[in-house]
């Protein structure tokens, strides 16, 4: 089976791997789809995400929907041939943040495809993969493979709105219209969002969150764009960079809430600390999802209209060109591999 493996900085190669065999408690899942997020892309081309730092070559992917095949000793779950879409992550169950009902912070967790522990974990972007039974879910009546590879992700944005609190009847910002960004649409206003206004420099981007809701979107180098709102209640800065954390604590209302979804570089990073203080706005940070994720394949199977963000499949034989497509933000959102191409 071909299996796409990361060795270092630039070098991403298309493997044949033996297919594994499920361990106790495993489920061993024939991968169809599997999307390129911004986190493999950040291994493909600097080696590392944040402080996450590759030290040995690491099979990519954590957003992965295929059908169950088998199941190893005292394992059980949806019968083999179900589609479904694989949790990507497993919490230790008990650290203080696992007791406290916020596994999505587990500080001994297990990710697909993450560089965050030694050894990496492995992730899923491989014909087969073996993975704890329990991280299985079934897609529910009406929602297909290709679609559901959304999960993951929309999963984040499921996760950054729930922190932003009760968005019902709010105007919510969204800074930066890339996959997440996009998706933060679509989460905010399936929780009740009144309006959802996006920036983003690139055009195409904002045309993708015109598709999935953004009922106003702006040009983020244009300062006199006629889309800027005066103030709104609720910010999401997804874009990851520090411009975009200034326009969400600029434009949110006095005791409004940013939430910070999009991972900042490492280092220091200077913000407007006194708009914090003297607007007392709430800033949070969201990160992950734990059971947002069955709510997220609820929500696709519901919207249709979410398709618009996938904008290509590619044979997993050529990931190289699938990466260097999804990193090109002028030419696509969601990129999927197909696995069984």
Request: hydrophobic share 45%; proline share 7%.
């Amino acid at each position: 089976m071909l299996g796409c493996v990361i060795h270092g900085q630039g070098d991403l190669r298309v493997e044949e791997l033996p297919v594994p065999e499920p361990a106790p408690g495993q489920a061993l899942v024939a991968v169809r789809y599997g999307g390129v997020c911004g986190s493999d892309l950040h291994y493909w081309r600097h080696g590392g995400v944040g402080d996450f730092r590759l030290r040995e070559p690491m099979l990519l992917g954590h957003e992965v929907v295929g059908t169950v095949v088998s199941y190893g000793a005292g394992a059980r779950g949806p019968a083999p041939g179900t589609a479904v879409a694989v949790h990507p992550a497993t919490p230790c169950g008990v650290c203080p943040e696992c007791s406290g009902g916020r596994r999505n912070v587990c500080r001994d967790t297990r990710y697909l495809g993450s560089a965050a522990r030694f050894p990496h974990v492995q992730g899923g972007f491989a014909g087969q993969v073996a993975v704890p039974a329990e991280q299985l879910r079934a897609l529910p009546d009406g929602l297909g493979l290709r679609r559901a590879a959304l999960a993951e992700p929309l999963s984040v944005a499921l996760h950054a709105v729930r922190r932003a609190g009760d968005v019902t009847g709010r105007h919510v910002l969204v800074t930066g219209a890339g996959p997440i960004g996009c998706l933060v649409v679509a989460a905010a206003r399936a929780a009740g969002a009144a309006r959802v206004t996006v920036t983003d420099l690139l055009p195409r981007a904002l045309e993708y969150a015109s598709a999935v809701g953004a009922g106003t979107v702006v040009r983020a180098d244009d300062p006199v764009d006629a889309g800027w709102p005066d103030e709104v209640d609720v910010a999401v800065e997804a874009s990851g960079v520090a411009a975009g954390l200034g326009t969400c604590l600029r434009l949110v209302r006095r005791g409004g809430t940013v939430v910070q979804l999009g991972m900042l570089p490492p280092g220091q990073v200077p913000f407007a600390g006194n708009l914090v203080v003297s607007r007392e706005i709430e800033l949070r940070g969201a990160f992950r999802f734990d059971t947002e994720f069955d709510e997220a394949l609820r929500l696709l199977a519901a919207e249709p209209a979410l398709d618009a963000l996938i904008s290509a499949v590619v044979p997993a034989r050529d990931a190289e060109s699938a990466f260097t497509l999804a990193a090109d933000r002028t030419r696509s959102c969601k990129v999927l591999l197909n696995f069984d191409a």
